[in-house]
């Protein structure tokens, strides 16, 4: 399938311009088939971040992290989801103060260094210029801190069904997501797939679904719904590795010139001085 690049992601035949909505993707994951998947997801997120190393950081769930972010709440010291505006906005938690917030996903409200942890799921894929989001996330990141990046997957089935959240924007192949990170000032650390349960509301699939997922990254692997990739902020590029001289340029007054003939005159003075 031909594929371009704009020089922010790249942009395939199947491109589709609009992004999932918070009202869309809560009814998704209130539905059988998404509680399955965030289900599958979350036991994958895990093997990244276990609940025990998020004691006492703050994390960032960017784009509609919410379904998510509930595994490392209790022990975070600050956990917020903040929803892109053309997402919309969420309440979350449903019973707890709100920990939510609607943003500009190019212009965070949010000081630089401020997060531990930046967990970016339906947000990607959604983003009006993933470079710009990329080098926001950058921003607020510590410099010790870690960003996982959830996507769909560009030739998984998820990324053609347009009734689930993953079915919507732009969809990417790891290599794509790698260079993208790249890119943006992050350097990938760890990579990994999920949901290989086929996009169907069928129970007795829903049933299995972990079966299916085990025997799915034995078999197909690249065949995933989902890519996940783990990436560090890559500090040392940002850095120059000489001195940048740099040219100054000095507003200078430059003497008038003067006329021929009172070069001329000049010039007969001197050698009638001379004689």
């Not at 209130?30 to 025990?52: E, H, T």
Request: contains cysteine; hydrophobic residues 45%; proline residues 7%.
């Amino acid at each position: 399938m031909r594929e371009m690049y704009n020089g922010s992601a790249p942009v395939s035949s199947y491109t589709r311009a609009m992004a999932t909505d918070a009202h869309a993707a809560a009814e998704f994951y209130a539905s059988a088939q998404g509680a399955v998947v965030a289900r599958l997801l979350r036991a994958r997120l895990l093997r990244f971040w276990p609940v025990a190393e998020a004691r006492g950081a703050s994390i960032l769930g960017l784009g509609y992290a919410a379904p998510y972010l509930r595994l490392w709440r209790e022990e975070a010291a600050r956990c917020i989801a903040a929803l892109p505006a053309q997402i919309g906005a969420a309440a979350w938690p449903a019973a707890a103060p709100g920990l939510s917030c609607t943003v500009e996903e190019e212009d965070l409200p949010f000081a630089d260094l401020s997060f531990d942890r930046v967990l970016l799921v339906h947000g990607l894929e959604a983003a009006e210029n993933a470079r710009r989001l990329l080098r926001e996330v950058w921003r607020v990141l510590k410099d010790d801190g870690r960003l996982l990046v959830v996507a769909p997957n560009r030739v998984g089935l998820w990324a053609h069904v347009e009734t689930t959240p993953f079915g919507q924007g732009q969809p990417y192949s790891q290599g794509q997501i790698g260079r993208l990170l790249a890119a943006s000032l992050f350097h990938v650390t760890r990579r990994d797939t999920a949901l290989y349960l086929p996009p169907a509301r069928l129970r007795l699939l829903l049933r299995v679904a972990p079966l299916i997922e085990r025997v799915g990254q034995r078999i197909a692997p690249g065949f995933a719904g989902l890519t996940l990739s783990e990436a560090v902020k890559d500090v040392y590029a940002a850095i120059p590795n000489r001195p940048v001289h740099r040219r100054r340029l000095v507003l200078a007054t430059a003497p008038l010139p003067r006329s021929s003939a009172a070069q001329r005159g000049a010039d007969g003075g001197q050698r009638a001085a001379l004689r």
